[in-house]
């Protein structure tokens, strides 16, 4: 996919300074192996980096280190059958369905449960992103 998950998981994660090359390196290695990549804002939870790689999901999150800085942690997720994605379309004119938009994507009901914003993603990667997305889901 084209757009910048990585950078904007780095953005919206702020991560210090002191801490941001490695983990940028670290993400971006992963991002080359992998089919589709998205931010996941969950409740109540820290700010995930979305990994879907052969119809199979996994996480990465920020967690602070007991020895000082941060860590990438990184839960496999696998298929998430149990849960329900729904889209959020913005629509710029009532009367025009063409300006239907996917503005973000939630998922609910299992491990992934958060927000994808689709914001800065172009109607292929849209696309794209859900399609692999319900691959995960399938039974």
Do not use: W
């Amino acid at each position: 996919m084209a757009s910048d998950s990585v950078g904007e998981f780095m953005r919206l994660a702020q991560i210090p300074p002191e801490n941001a090359l490695e983990i940028e390196e670290f993400l971006r290695a992963k991002e080359a192996e992998s089919d589709t990549l998205a931010v996941l804002e969950r409740p109540d939870q820290p700010l995930a980096l979305l990994k879907i790689e052969h119809d199979e999901a996994t996480l990465f999150s920020i967690l602070p280190s007991q020895r000082g800085g941060n860590l990438v942690h990184e839960t496999y997720i696998g298929k998430v059958p149990d849960a329900t994605i729904t889209q959020v379309h913005a629509i710029e004119t009532l009367g025009d369905v063409s300006a239907l938009k996917t503005e973000k994507v939630e998922i609910a009901g299992s491990r992934l449960a958060g927000i994808i914003s689709l914001t800065c993603y172009s109607h292929d990667e849209r696309t794209e992103l859900m399609n692999a997305l319900r691959k995960i889901v399938a039974p």
